[in-house]
């Protein structure tokens, strides 16, 4: 089946730094999301990416959806305290696949900032 | 809060055993999705119902299986339980069941099986 190879597995970064993690695959996603986790909690849905190429922002949060589509990445800017928790990125494969419909999610990066 | 509520949150049971979790969607949404989450495999997609009906199957064992009834809430069962069940079962859902509608999460059931 599909499978996403997110990276990195973890961070430790200071307040204010900025992060960036990215997610990427060997074969064609038809869409890039990244969610994040807290402890306890579901995944919450940050960005959605539906175009090659498409670059969105969410505030400090900014992700690409790569022109090849099989990858994307996600920053952070001026990381807070509150952004600690994991992030995953998720994808659709592309329609008439076995796995159409099936979201796939990374292995995730657990970011812990220090304040 | 997502709108999306799992019960329950957890639940300890022994090998061998059947279980039933139950999820209720956000109002509207029409679409349920179960997901399985555990260190080794990581968030993996289960099953997808849409207005009742199964779309899609994910890496969902033959012990387990699903239904989404009228009132669109759904239940995910599992039998004859092994260790390796233990896991957080997230329950999602959707207004449509497209890939561009959004899944919301929600909290999830913590089974532990001893």
């Known amino acids: 089946g599909q499978q996403l190879n997110q990276s990195p597995q973890s961070m430790f970064i200071q307040e204010g730094e900025d992060v960036s993690m990215n997610c990427t695959s060997s074969s064609i996603f038809n869409t890039w999301l990244w969610y994040k986790q807290d402890p306890g909690e579901g995944p919450v849905l940050l960005i959605a990416?539906?175009?090659?190429?498409e670059l969105t922002s969410n505030g400090r949060l900014t992700a690409q959806f790569g022109i090849t589509r099989k990858d994307s990445f996600l920053n952070i800017s001026a990381s807070i305290p509150s952004d600690v928790g994991i992030y995953f990125c998720?994808?659709?494969?592309?329609?008439?696949?076995?796995?159409?419909?099936?979201?796939?999610f990374g292995q995730g990066t657990i970011l812990t900032v220090h304040p | 809060d997502s709108g999306v509520t799992q019960t329950p949150k957890h639940l300890i049971t022994a090998t061998g055993q059947r279980v039933t979790l139950r999820c209720s969607p956000r109002?509207?949404?029409?679409?349920v999705y179960w997901y399985q989450q555990s260190l080794d495999q990581g968030l993996q997609f289960l099953i997808h119902y849409y207005n009742g009906e199964e779309r899609a199957k994910g890496n969902i064992l033959e012990r387990f299986s699903a239904q989404q009834f009228p009132d669109l809430h759904s239940e995910l069962n599992l039998s004859s339980l092994e260790l390796g069940d233990s896991a957080l079962y997230f329950c999602a859902s959707s207004a449509g069941g497209g890939i561009t509608d959004t899944q919301y999460f929600g909290p999830g059931t913590r089974l532990t099986v001893l």
């Open positions: 109002s509207g949404d029409l679409s």
């Open positions: 990416l539906y175009k090659a190429g």
């Open positions: 998720a994808g659709h494969p592309p329609v008439g696949g076995t796995s159409y419909g099936k979201l796939t």
